[in-house]
């Protein structure tokens, strides 16, 4: 019987969730506050952990970070008003499982509880050592599989060997790409095959962090150092200390805290905010970024002598467009979860959705992807994916758009289609450099790829 600490100071609540688990095989717990959860764990090992957000002592994240000092895999629950979801977002790419809003759906919740002791349970059956050159086995909330990632195109071949080169050392990486084209769990990876496995990751978009709350977020601060620190917290340097801390969309964070940021990597130390006394740290940095952090060097957006620290060995990944036959590989993968996660039977995809998805843009990469085959598994139920399972957004701007339900597609005609989708991009980046006068990381930015996949498209139509 799975053993269940719920940290909550809503009796009325607490008493429902523990009814509900209880009569679902569950053996429940509640704490009232983060202290009364410590005490709690000094006391058993719990299986999973429910967490409000505002809870009377400190934050569900921080509680999270606690427990987790005792029991690093713990999967733990954020539970978060309406408010609060920004905030719980942030949580889950620091490692919680989940967050659910209230009002709570009982069986979210226990589907999130069954899910995550599943995996655990899948965890704990791995050898404990590992070869040396062998990865370690995938923590909780990671894919086993790679397919979405590697893929089997020449580009992503080659980049992946870069990943082994690259992750057992300890240089810092920064990852380029589009939004959506899974820089996280690029950099998740290379974690999985670092030395640093079994020591934290965490990630931090910096996208969202600006002035105080990014030098907080990154460093810390102590009790009463501004308005609204009620108590004293842990930067994200200290919470992956010993592990790899990975900065998503590192071009946001203001010169000031860039500063910051280039004196922790060079000194190994950092200050909280309203302390005095540094605090020794060892982390592996990696970044992401869809900017060309050249272009802000170039500017003075971004600190120089920053970016050549963190750009010790740089990795390019290349949007779904330019994918090729791999866009099969990452649909197929994204309709197998979404069969498990929604209980569906759907087989696969019929002729002239796998024509269209050979020609759309695909400009949300894999996330949208995963989006557009969950909603049309769910719509489907069984069967194959049809074109009335799709949004209405695929059908502008694709070669076939205006198509009649195709034939089965042969070799030949799925060829034809793919040159009348090249010859359109070539007309759109002509069209994009002469109303730009050739100012190509402008052009880059109105094309929304980055400024290397512009030079490699040029080079590719003939236009350098």
């Given at each position: 019987?799975a053993r269940i600490l719920i940290v909550e100071d809503?009796?009325?609540?607490?008493?429902?969730?523990?009814?509900?688990?209880?009569?679902?095989?569950?053996?429940?717990e509640t704490a009232r506050s983060a202290a009364n959860?410590?005490?709690?764990?000094?006391?058993?090992?719990?299986?999973?952990?429910?967490?409000?957000?505002?809870?009377?002592?400190?934050?569900?994240?921080?509680?999270?970070?606690?427990?987790?000092?005792?029991?690093?895999?713990?999967?733990?629950?954020?539970?978060?008003?309406?408010?609060?979801?920004?905030?719980?977002?942030?949580?889950?790419?620091?490692?919680?499982?989940?967050?659910?809003?209230?009002?709570?759906?009982?069986?979210?919740?226990?589907?999130?509880?069954?899910?995550?002791?599943?995996?655990?349970?899948?965890?704990?059956?791995?050898?404990?050592?590992?070869?040396?050159?062998?990865?370690?086995?995938?923590?909780?909330?990671?894919?086993?599989?790679?397919?979405?990632?590697?893929?089997?195109?020449?580009?992503?071949?080659?980049?992946?060997?870069?990943?082994?080169?690259?992750?057992?050392?300890?240089?810092?990486?920064?990852?380029?790409?589009?939004?959506?084209?899974?820089?996280?769990?690029?950099?998740?990876?290379?974690?999985?095959?670092?030395?640093?496995?079994?020591?934290?990751?965490?990630?931090?978009?910096?996208?969202?962090?600006?002035?105080?709350?990014?030098?907080?977020?990154?460093?810390?601060?102590?009790?009463?150092?501004?308005?609204?620190?009620?108590?004293?917290?842990?930067?994200?340097?200290?919470?992956?200390?010993?592990?790899?801390?990975?900065?998503?969309?590192?071009?946001?964070?203001?010169?000031?805290?860039?500063?910051?940021?280039?004196?922790?990597?060079?000194?190994?130390?950092?200050?909280?905010?309203?302390?005095?006394?540094?605090?020794?740290?060892?982390?592996?940095?990696?970044?992401?970024?869809?900017?060309?952090?050249?272009?802000?060097?170039?500017?003075?957006?971004?600190?120089?002598?920053?970016?050549?620290?963190?750009?010790?060995?740089?990795?390019?990944?290349?949007?779904?467009?330019?994918?090729?036959?791999?866009?099969?590989?990452?649909?197929?993968?994204?309709?197998?979860?979404?069969?498990?996660?929604?209980?569906?039977?759907?087989?696969?995809?019929?002729?002239?959705?796998?024509?269209?998805?050979?020609?759309?843009?695909?400009?949300?990469?894999?996330?949208?992807?995963?989006?557009?085959?969950?909603?049309?598994?769910?719509?489907?139920?069984?069967?194959?994916?049809?074109?009335?399972?799709?949004?209405?957004?695929?059908?502008?701007?694709?070669?076939?758009?205006?198509?009649?339900?195709?034939?089965?597609?042969?070799?030949?005609?799925?060829?034809?289609?793919?040159?009348?989708?090249?010859?359109?991009?070539?007309?759109?980046?002509?069209?994009?450099?002469?109303?730009?006068?050739?100012?190509?990381?402008?052009?880059?930015?109105?094309?929304?790829?980055?400024?290397?996949?512009?030079?490699?498209?040029?080079?590719?139509?003939?236009?350098?």
């Amino acid at each position: 019987m799975a053993r269940i600490l719920i940290v909550e100071d809503d009796r009325v609540f607490s008493g429902l969730l523990e009814k509900f688990l209880s009569k679902n095989g569950y053996q429940p717990e509640t704490a009232r506050s983060a202290a009364n959860a410590a005490e709690l764990m000094a006391q058993h090992a719990y299986d999973f952990v429910i967490s409000d957000y505002r809870l009377p002592d400190t934050t569900g994240i921080e509680l999270m970070h606690q427990l987790r000092k005792a029991q690093p895999e713990l999967p733990v629950l954020l539970v978060t008003g309406y408010s609060d979801t920004r905030v719980a977002v942030q949580a889950m790419k620091q490692g919680a499982v989940d967050y659910v809003l209230k009002p709570v759906n009982p069986e979210e919740v226990l589907h999130t509880i069954r899910t995550a002791l599943a995996t655990s349970a899948n965890l704990q059956e791995q050898p404990p050592t590992q070869p040396q050159n062998t990865p370690a086995p995938p923590h909780a909330g990671q894919s086993s599989d790679n397919s979405f990632i590697s893929g089997t195109g020449p580009a992503m071949q080659q980049l992946m060997k870069h990943v082994d080169l690259v992750a057992p050392t300890e240089l810092s990486v920064i990852i380029q790409g589009e939004s959506g084209t899974g820089k996280e769990y690029l950099a998740r990876e290379i974690y999985r095959r670092s030395k640093r496995v079994h020591k934290p990751f965490v990630a931090l978009d910096c996208g969202t962090l600006t002035g105080q709350l990014a030098d907080s977020e990154l460093f810390g601060h102590a009790k009463g150092a501004f308005t609204g620190a009620l108590n004293s917290k842990k930067g994200q340097f200290e919470h992956a200390s010993g592990g790899t801390l990975f900065l998503d969309e590192v071009g946001n964070l203001s010169y000031e805290v860039q500063v910051k940021l280039l004196r922790a990597l060079q000194e190994r130390k950092i200050r909280r905010i309203g302390e005095n006394d540094d605090i020794p740290v060892d982390v592996r940095i990696i970044t992401a970024t869809n900017d060309d952090l050249r272009d802000k060097v170039a500017n003075g957006a971004f600190r120089e002598d920053l970016y050549h620290r963190l750009n010790e060995f740089s990795l390019l990944l290349p949007p779904v467009r330019d994918r090729g036959q791999d866009v099969y590989l990452f649909a197929g993968h994204f309709l197998e979860k979404a069969n498990q996660e929604l209980g569906t039977q759907v087989s696969g995809f019929s002729d002239d959705v796998e024509a269209l998805f050979a020609v759309y843009k695909w400009p949300g990469n894999l996330r949208e992807m995963r989006n557009i085959v969950r909603r049309a598994v769910l719509i489907t139920g069984s069967g194959p994916i049809g074109r009335n399972a799709l949004p209405q957004e695929m059908f502008c701007n694709t070669a076939i758009a205006t198509a009649e339900p195709a034939a089965p597609q042969s070799q030949n005609s799925s060829a034809s289609l793919h040159k009348m989708n090249e010859e359109n991009e070539k007309e759109l980046i002509i069209k994009t450099l002469n109303d730009t006068r050739f100012n190509k990381s402008k052009a880059a930015r109105i094309l929304k790829i980055d400024r290397k996949t512009l030079y490699n498209k040029m080079e590719k139509y003939g236009l350098l």
